[in-house]
Each structure stands twice: as C-alpha cells, then as structure tokens.
C-alpha cells in the first residue's frame, strides 16, 4: 500500500494542513475544512498582466496615490468590487474576506506570510503593589502549554494561518536550517492546560496568592488580569479565546476590547510599572524576508529591541542576552558555533516568554486585477521596498491609485524614533530611498542608489556571496585605519579616531567599502529640491551615537542598552572619498551571506550609511529642527522620552509637533544653523545651510509638513482629521521606471513524498520527494538543499541528514536496516525540508508510515 501526503506547507497551497509535531500525540495532519483553495504562490500575478515593457520613462508610473483607512477587509473588497478602490494594502487572513475575494472574478491578490500574532505580558512589578503574575518566568513560560494553537488555526482562521511556537519565523531560512531544534520545542511545548495549571498553582502559591472557590487571590481581593484585545481583525476571537483559557486556570480577567489607537498608549507608551494591562494581542510583520533571524532574540527578549516602555522593563537572565548579543553581532566562527548560539537562545526565550507566539498567518492583499504592483514575500505589498516604483495599471501611463488600509498615521512620524507601525512604514517606503533594497523574494540586498561593495572578512569566517554587485575577499587580518572614527564626544560634539581610543591599534573581523555612483549629489533631491549631500550621511552617523550620552542636548536613556550592544562589535567607519562617495566600515559583525554584511538585514545603521533611520529617511536640516525642539525640552524623538518630559512625542507631519518645528525652522533659518557644526561644519558650509532651510520653509509652505524625503513619490497632502494621505509623483525621481518590473511571480516549491505506508522494522526502506512548481519539476540547480528528518511514534526526532538528487526535482532518502530497527511499532513519519535558492521560503513535506515487527 502506498500513501501520498502532499506539502505541509508550499505557502498557501495547503492551508488546511498542520505540523504533525505540533500535536505529537496525533501525526495525522490535520483538514481545516471551510477555505479548500487558497492562491497557490506568494505573489499571484493577474492573468491579463504583462511585465513592465522597456520604456525611457522615469520614476514613478502613475501620477499620485489615495491613502485612506478602512478596518475592515469585507468593507474593502466589496468597495474594490464595486470600483470604488483599487487596493486594500493590508495583509488579510480572514476567511469570510477571502471566500468575499474569491467571489469576484475582477480582483486578484499578492500574498503575505510575514505576519504572526503574539501574546504579549508585561512583565514589570506595579508601583501600587498589585501582584502582576507576568513577573514570574515561570508563569509566562505556562502560557504556552495553556495555548491551543491548533484551534486557533482552525476555528479561528480557518486555516488561513499555520502554529507557530518560536521568535523564529516559520517560513523563513533558519526555521528551516534548525528544523530538528524546532520539532523537540515545538513537542515540549505543545498544548497541555493539565501542565500549565500545575505550573501556575505552585507559583502563584508562592507567590503568597491563594485559589478560592476556583478564582486566585490575595489579601482577600481577587487577582484581575488586564487584557488589551484588538477589534480590528482575527486578534479578537484571539484574546476572547485566550481570556477563557486564563480564567480556566483561575484568574479573573477585565477584558478591554480596543483599537490600535486606543491600545497604542496604553501597551506601547505607558510605563508598565503603572500596571495600565497584564497581557495584550500583539501582532507583527516582517515586510521583508529576514535570511538571519539571529537578531530576533534581542529584538523581542532583551532593552536593546527598543526604546520604548515595554522593553526597557525586560531583565532576560544573563546566559540569555549574551546569546541574543552574540547572534546580534554574528559573534561566532563557524556555523556549528552559531547552532549552538540558536539553540541556547531558542530554549531559554521560551523560558523566559515576555511573549508568545500564537501564529504565522497565511495572508492575501487584495487589489483590482488591471493594478501591477511587486510584493515581498514576508511582508506582501506593505513590506515591499519597490512597491511605489513598480505600481502600475497594466498597460497604462499616469493615474491615480486608490489604496485602503486599516490604519492611515497610526503614530508619530519621526526618522529617528518614530512610528514603527507597518501602516505608517507602507506609505513612508514609497517615499523614500535606500541604498540597497531587500530582494522581494530571496531577501538577498539588491543595490539601489549604491553602485557595488567589496567585502573582506578574516580567513575562516563562514560567509559567502550570492551576487555578483558584491565582490567577496579573504585576510588573515583586517587592521583599522587610525583615522577611521570609531565613537563620539557629544560634548565637543567630535568623533573619537581609532588613533585616539586605540592607541595600540585595532582590528575588526570584517571591512566593508560601499561605492556610490560619481554624480549622484547633483542627481538625487531631497523633496523640497535640497541635493543629497554627504552631510547627510555625516549626521546619520553622528545619530548611531550622541542620542545615548548624557553630554548630548538630546540624550535618551532608553538608547543606551542599543549603543551598548553595537559598540560590542563595530570598530570604525571612514570617508575615503565625497565625490563619488566611498565610504569603509569595520565590524566583528558580519553575515553568512556578504550582501547582508553590507544592508544589515536593512536595519539601522548599516554599512551604506544611507540616511535612513530605523522609522525613516531623513535629510539633515530637518532634522536639525527636531534636535532644536528636543534640546529646549519643547519635543521629544521617542515616545519613552517624551513620556518622561511630558512633552509631544515629535511628529513631522501633523499635529502640535508642526508649530514647534515652524519655530525652530526660522531661528535654524535666520542663523543659518548648522548641527553639531564642529562636525558637520566640514561637510555644511553657512551658505549651504541657509539654502536648504529656504527649501524648506518653501515646501513647508506648500505642503504644512516636514517629511523631505528622496522617493519616488513626496507626501503631498497631509489630512489628519479625515484620515487621509496623498502621495504625489516625484518628478525630480530619475530612475527608469522599469529598473524592478522582473519582480513577478516567486518559484515557491511544491513537495510530495512518496513511499511504502507499511514497513517492517530492521528492513531497508525508501522514500522519494518531489519537487515542484506548476506541476513542472523544480530544477536542481536552483535548490540548494533538501534535508530530512525521521520521527518515531512519540514524535521525537530519532535521525536527519541530506537527500540526494536522483533527478531533476526529485530527491531520495533509503532508511538501512539498523535505522528502521530503532523504530516503534506504530505511526512514525518522514519530512523533507526543500530550500531553493531562487526563493528565501522553504517547503516541507511529511509523509507517515506504519512500522510492523
């Protein structure tokens, strides 16, 4: 008897199927029956659509683009059936939407599988001596066994979403490359209420609380847990279905059902200690596939992540933040070093849980099926980095796109510590520039304003590169310049040389020199018609530092812990030339892959030294104006700080925040000011200031904002009251308009294992995996590896290795004799792990047998 088991997850293909390890009780995948037939690739491209065709045309295809909001996605596809819209932005993972989608033989759909939903708890003791459960590592470390996953899929989603245990994405590269680490947690932390009750009985006991009458309390009153729930989409029926969960352990819930402007300053801005919420319904995106997940653990387990609140309340234990340091800055030498870092931080941030995840979701963004436009893999058409380059209507010139989301400026934005929502990100991208930009379907860096890198890391580092923009070398030592600077003096407002700190001189792992194209500050405008300058690259590097020390007018405690963990690893940055620009950087940090030794993963700051801060693009004399306003206590950058000023946390678009900004921009004007002028005074002259604040009190007075970007679109008109944003065609923009049409439809594999359902134990057996895309064979050379691994009846991983190619798309394992005899009789399974390398999404596929004695 043969039996087929066909991918267990190829994206959207399967969205009825689960992990077998995620139940290891049950190795039967599992049918969620209301969705059956889901798109079937990352990024579905229209029928009729044809690529961008070879044109003279430069910068942007259509001439302005609507923002407005709408929380709901039913509300939205009606409107785009109607053709009152022509895109809902917003990555949609619900079923009743998506049956709505499919109804409609108009519209189409880019997908998304970058979004996952959380548990957050806030883990600080409360000044008003209440008992907040969530101190307790123990008792944050239950809430998984207390959270059923699977029904969350199923009931909830409907299979629009696949469980996930870890920070680790489950469709991203190192989910796949630690996939025997991943099964053991995900068995060890699988849905058991009879564990997690135990667990919380012995600590809150502990604690000094007692269990009355089945409800816990102390000091004769009971323990009210507070729970921030979403209205907006499936984190609802979420935090409703989790309330339960807790209240079945004990607790007394106050559940407060809120929007994301009504949550944001109760979660993300209050002071945890004030005891405002216990737990809340988070839910996060990466908009771009992130090939070096290693970062993730000081993001969400440790200060570094954030400067807002929540995070500077995080304490990890010791062995924890120094494995999240360490994969912050890449700190080890080979890659069995690095599992051995994955493995330390993926075991204790479970323990330590200040959230935990519920799941990925499988999501769509719908749109009108004439619309053209590229979108990441992981972050759909909000995360893609080109999405305002590539937008188009099929065949056409001009026009004005009108696009939805549930959101429409969620929160401040500032360059700096700004908003960090991805509704904000979505029209901020399309604003600005990069020097490189993420590859929508591998993640790979792609150079954009850059011209091309050489990077040279120390002989036997594990890295390589993919691309040719990149030229890779090797040496047996790397030493820093002396006159490369390596940190600041906020107080004579000077770098500090690697000569001055380091006397005896300095060495890094890694150098990384980025070249820009001659020409480019006579062809690149900020958007009030201000050159691009190397000034502009200056002050994004005096920002890495003055902000966390104390002599800085804008110092901000809650940067500190980030300085901290980057001066760990970075040893210098030098200026070689201004036109063109070149620029070298040293760093004990570096990336298995060379293209993301020099973006970073895209984050800030990173070795292109692009003026693109963590929360977006800024040009040094608007800047300046929030420097001004922040060093006189009047605004602050960062929401934690301007919580501890009482101040408004500093918005360049609308609100208090304008008025401020409009002062200080005639005083910067009327003095011709330049900041941190011992600095930045060598690359600003009196002039060149005094032309660039005429700018922009020009485009202030055209436009009532100061968000001056570089893209291919300008913010045009700003309607806060209304909720609307228009976006205008930049036409100083001189990149053809084609440059990033190929982005059209990703290779996502398909696979289907084969082999005997029944083995005899002690016999040699073998099993093949197809892999496919379209029903055609996957082509061998663009997949660069296919592991397996062998579970036993209580799904405990018993060996794992690589397949071999025995043919184009086909792969073959052959379990010999003692291998089958360490198997139980009963249910064991088989899975395939298939990474191509023309895409950055792996895909698996299980197939189950049954061993006899």
Known sequence: MKQKIYALFSLLVVLGLMLAACAPATSEATSAPAVTDAPTTATEAPAAA??????????????????????????????????ELDMHADSVAEAPAYELLKANSGLTSSNAVGSSNTIMMNPAEFTDGRLNPFTNRKIRESMHWLLDRDYIVEEIYKGLAKPRFTVLTTVFPDYARYADIMRELEAKYAYNPEKAQEVITAEMTAMGAELVDGKWSINGEPVVLI????????????????????????????????????????????????????????????PSIDRDEGDQFSAYFTPRGSSGPLWQAYAPVPELDAAALALEGNNFSTLEERRDLFDTALRLSMEES???????EVAFVPRVSNLIVASDLAGGVQGSQVWGQTLRFDGEEGGEVRITQPGIMVEPWNPLAGTNWIMDGFPQRATSDNGVISDPFTGL??????????????????????????????ASSISVPEDAWVDWDAKAQKFITVGEKFPDGLTSLTKTTVYYPAGMFD?????????????????????????????????????????????????????????PLVIETYDDAFNIDAETIVS???????????????????????????????????????????????????????????????????????????PYAATLGEFVTADDAAARYSNLGAFYAEHNHFWVNTGPFFLDKVFPVEGTLTLTRNPEYTDNSDKWSRFSE????????????????????????????????????DISQVKYLLFNTAGELVTSGEAESVGEGQYQVTLDAGTTSQLE????????????????IASFGSFEFVVTK
């Not at 050159?531 to 502009?536: E, G, K, Y």
């Not at 040699?764 to 995996?769: G, K, N, P, Q």
């Not at 009789?825 to 950055?840: D, H, M, Q």
Request: aromatic share 12%; charged share 20%.
């Open 227 to 286: 729970y921030i729930i979403r209205t907006e989409d499936n984190r609802r029926p979420i935090g409703d279905y989790f309330a339960g969960q807790l209240e079945s352990v004990g607790f007394t819930l106050d559940r407060q059902f809120k929007t994301r402007s009504e949550a944001s300053p109760i979660w993300n801005q209050s002071n945890p200690a004030d005891g405002l919420w216990h737990l809340y319904t988070g839910g996060w995106i990466s």
């Open 445 to 474: 860096a792609l150079p954009q304003r850059l011209e091309r890198a050489d990077v040279t890391v120390v002989e036997g580092l594990p890295v390589a590169n993919t691309l040719d923009w990149v030229t890779l070398d090797t």
């Open 600 to 674: 970073n993963n895209q984050a800030y700051p990173n070795a292109t030294w692009w003026p693109q801060y963590s929360y977006g693009e800024g040009a040094w004399h608007s800047l300046a104006l929030g420097v001004l306003a922040e060093g006189n206590n009047e605004l602050a950058f960062s929401t934690d700080k301007a919580g501890a000023l009482e101040v408004e946390w500093l918005s360049m678009i609308s609100g208090p925040s304008l008025d401020i900004l409009k002062k200080y921009l005639d005083q910067a004007s009327a003095e011709s000011y330049i």
């Open 50 to 83: 044809t690529e961008a065709p070879m044109t003279d045309h430069t910068g942007a295809w259509v001439d302005s683009i609507v923002l407005s909001e709408d929380s709901s996605a039913e509300s939205a596809i009606t409107r785009l059936g109607s053709g």
């Open 825 to 840: 009789t009963g249910a064991n399974r088989i899975e395939f792990i298939v990474a191509p390398s023309v895409v950055s």
């Open 523 to 579: 062809s690149v405008k900020w958007h009030d018609g201000s050159n691009l300058s190397a000034a502009d690259f200056v002050m994004n590097m005096i920002l890495v530092f003055d902000v966390s020390y104390t002599d800085s007018a804008i110092y901000d405690e809650a940067t500190v812990a980030a300085l901290e963990g980057y001066l760990a690893h970075f040893k210098g940055v030098r200026i070689v030339s201004t036109e």
């Open 746 to 781: 990703p290779r996502v594999a398909v696979v289907e294992v084969d082999g005997a359902g029944q083995v005899a134990a002690g016999s040699e057996v073998t099993f093949d995996a197809f892999v496919t895309f379209k029903g055609e064979p996957y082509a061998s050379a």
């Open 354 to 360: 200040y959230q935990v995840w519920c799941v990925d």
